[in-house]
């Protein structure tokens, strides 16, 4: 761990103080690429080459995420004391920047962030990935431009995660969303203060609390489809059901044996994991009993699989046990929160001696005389 920590701190060394002349080294060695970094507008005409059929699908997948993270939006609320007025002022973080992994490309991953970033009201929204063979995938510049995203870079890794934190080719962004290898997530450590971040995003999990009744195939296809992210993901089996778990004989699965659904779901709130499916014969009575996981998917027919690309919710969550504090990404993590107050006078003066009284015991002079000035 202390060799990668040093790794990237000397490589966004390196960014911070060469500039783009260290950005496109970094590229070149690690992408292979050493053109222009920002997409030409001339290049999002590549997104029209996917099939109308894909078109078609990824629109859908759009709507639906929409759909669900609009009510998640939430207006600015007002609360009256006497003859003071408080409030909780929701201001949109300026400009984000979001990191698409390369390898694979990873579509959905632009709309989970991009659809709630556009619905909180971000004005400037700048997607960075690595590009292939020198260009981007052709699906991700559709969605970008479907968002109304116009400002798309070919970078990748520690060198675009350094670029967006400190303006190197592009304006320097304000808070950094999306998920990546061990370098990428490194590199979002040791920025985070310079910029925000989501969070820092670990390999995939996936646990699966199923009985007797839970359909064998469908069990295992459930936790296999997380497994495929990378080698590093981790799944989990926990049932009831003996021969259920013998049946699952897959060497990256963890399989436990429990006496009943409690602990099962004892087991899973310990385990923390990013994605819990319950497949139990009533799977939602036992939803109240669920103290950590990033999501929490109900029944047959709501496979983690299907949350990963459009059932709306989103699938960027915590990893890593971080669902013990952690939440997922919602409109809100792209809105700022601004406390305002506007007291009366009469409100004032009247509880005006618990602060004077507060800055005596605290010893803070000014912050009494403050107060004591207005009469």
């Known amino acids: 761990m202390m060799e990668l920590e040093r790794y990237v701190r000397d490589m966004l060394d390196e960014i911070r103080t ?57 207006s600015s609320k007002s609360i009256s004391i006497d003859d003071s007025t408080f409030e909780l002022l929701k201001v949109p973080i300026e400009r984000v920047g979001i990191y698409v992994p390369g390898g694979k490309p990873l579509p959905s991953t632009l709309m989970m962030v991009g659809v709630p970033a556009a619905i909180a009201g971000v004005e400037e929204i700048v997607v960075t990935t690595p590009p292939s063979d020198g260009r981007i995938d052709p699906c991700i510049l559709y969605i970008a431009k479907e968002l109304g995203i116009d400002e798309v870079y070919k970078l990748g890794g520690v060198q675009a995660v350094g670029a967006m934190a400190y303006g190197i080719g592009m304006k320097k962004v304000d808070k950094i969303f999306g998920p990546g290898n061990k370098y ?14 989501d969070c820092l995003a670990g390999p995939s999990e996936v646990a699966v609390i199923a009985d007797k009744r839970a359909e064998i195939d469908w069990v ?11 080698e590093d993901a981790k799944a989990w089996l926990l049932t009831t059901s003996a021969s259920l778990a013998k049946k ?4 990256r699965i963890t399989v436990k044996l429990c006496k009943d659904v409690k602990e099962c779901i004892e087991e899973s709130n310990d385990l923390a994991p990013e994605h819990l499916e319950i497949l ?6 036992l939803l109240r009993y669920v103290k950590n996981a990033g999501a929490v998917y109900l029944g047959e027919y709501t496979p983690a699989a299907a949350a990963d690309y459009f059932l709306g919710v989103n699938h960027v969550l915590p990893t890593g046990r971080a669902a013990k504090f952690g939440s997922v990404l ?8 601004i406390s305002v107050a506007e007291a009366g006078k ?13 800055a005596e015991i605290e010893k803070m002079e000014y912050h009494r005389k403050s107060m004591e000035v207005r009469r």
């Open 18 to 74: 060469e500039g783009i002349q260290a950005v496109r080294k970094y590229s070149k060695r690690f992408d292979g690429y050493d053109g222009g970094f920002r997409v030409e507008e001339s290049e999002f005409e590549s997104a029209d080459s996917i099939d109308e059929k894909d078109k078609e699908i990824i629109d859908r997948a759009i709507q639906r995420i929409r759909r669900v993270h609009e009510e998640q939006a939430e």
């Open 184 to 197: 990428v997530n490194e590199a979002k450590r040791q920025v985070y203060g310079e910029v925000g971040i």
């Open 220 to 230: 295992i296809t459930d936790l296999k489809s997380q497994l495929e992210h990378d």
């Open 248 to 251: 699952v004989k897959d060497e």
């Open 280 to 285: 139990t014969e009533n799977p939602r009575s």
């Open 330 to 337: 919602t409109v809100e993590d792209f809105v700022k929160s």
């Open 346 to 358: 009469d409100d004032f003066m009247k509880d005006r001696e618990l602060g004077i009284r507060l």
